[in-house]
Nanobody, 119 residues
């Protein structure tokens, strides 16, 4: 089993930066991927970036490419989402997710952390 706990959410001004962290407990060595999703109020859940746990290869949608960066530290069993040049439309609850089998769905989800971009 794997547990994920996010931290680092909060209020940030437009144009600012925020870094979210995700602590992985349990059998982190079994992971294939760690990724981040977000869900704004009244909107569908949106994928914002991911990383392959072993080789560190990243993948992200065009909507955030160049602003958001996903990373991981296999020695500390943590993941991170660095968000730069933030916009009000980045306001959402952000979730750390992971899977073991590189399947189409992610089997482990964190509880989410609120990010608000506002002046």
């Amino acid at each position: 089993q794997v547990q994920l706990v996010e931290s680092g959410g909060g209020l940030v001004q437009p144009g600012g930066s925020l870094r979210l962290s995700c602590v992985v407990s349990g059998r982190a060595s079994d992971l294939c991927r760690l990724a981040w999703f977000r869900q704004a109020q009244g909107k569908a859940r949106e994928f914002v970036g991911g990383i392959y746990w072993n080789d560190g290869k990243t993948y992200s949608p065009d909507s955030v490419k160049g602003r958001f960066t996903v990373s991981r530290d296999t020695t500390r069993n943590t993941g991170a989402l660095q968000m730069n040049r933030m916009k009000p439309e980045d306001t959402a609850v952000y979730y750390c997710v992971a899977d073991r089998g590189c399947a189409s769905t992610y089997e482990y989800w964190g509880q989410g952390t609120q990010v608000t971009v506002s002046s």
